[in-house]
């Protein structure tokens, strides 16, 4: 299985500020990576695919790149619905796999 | 509007058995592939199984091989995951997701249900 690391695991930030989330695989899976968004309570929705491409309905200050081993989100300029947990996600081969997540929380 | 609703999720004894269901709408259901992926109190994602659009192919991890079977009826528009042999670790919420393309396996995950909770214990 692939598995992946994500840094960092707990991120304090203000609202404003730019934050970049990145994601390690432990081997290349070309651009087959996501990123989601998890709020409290709810279900996780879909940021990014295919490691820069964002999904329609996403705010423009997302952003993702990246491919190969090593990826980013960045977030430009953070919001107050910003402040989530972020999942990276490999969908190059099975088992898929998730990242362990980073918590974006208020500074 | 494309939306996920799942059920069947509830309290059941180590050894136990259930069946979750997922039934889709919006959407053309037999086009897609879907997925099972749940979540621990507290804990990250885990990806959990795959079944291809027509149901030809089928994907586990390796925590829930043997012993959890994905299906589907795409003439009810609906996804189920059989979980038998539960044990305490499978506690977790479990939501179905769909593919973001057609044609292919590999792909992430567009739509997602709002779960069902999963609860092992005696």
């Known amino acids: 299985a692939i598995w992946m690391t994500q840094s960092p695991s707990l991120l304090s930030a203000s609202t404003g500020d730019r934050v970049t989330i990145s994601c390690r695989m432990s081997q290349g899976i070309s651009s087959y990576l996501a990123w989601y968004q998890q709020k409290p309570g709810k279900a996780p ?22 491919s190969g081993t090593d990826f980013t989100l960045t977030i430009s300029c953070l919001q107050s619905e910003d402040f989530a947990t972020y999942y990276c996600q490999q969908y190059y081969s099975f088992p898929f796999t998730f990242g362990p997540g980073t918590k974006v929380d208020i500074k | 509007q494309v939306q ?34 749940r979540q621990a109190p507290g804990k990250g994602l885990e990806w959990v199984a795959f079944i291809r659009y027509d149901g030809s192919n ?53 739509i997602w249900g709002q779960g069902t909770m999963v609860t092992v214990s005696s």
């Open chain 2, 58 to 110: 089928k994907y586990y991890a390796d925590s829930v091989k043997g012993r959890f079977t994905i299906s589907r009826d795409n003439s009810k528009n609906t996804l189920y995951l059989q979980m038998n042999s539960l044990r305490a670790e499978d506690t977790a919420v479990y939501y179905c997701a769909k593919d973001g393309s057609v044609g292919t396996d590999l792909s992430a995950f567009d």
């Open chain 1, 45 to 66: 929705e879909l940021l990014i695919y295919a490691a820069s491409t964002l999904q329609s309905g996403v705010p423009s200050r997302f952003s993702g790149s990246g």
């Open chain 2, 4 to 37: 996920l609703v799942e059920s069947g999720g509830g309290v059941v004894q180590p050894g136990g058995s259930l069946r979750l269901s997922c039934a889709a709408s919006g959407f053309t259901f037999s086009s897609y592939g879907m997925h099972w992926v």
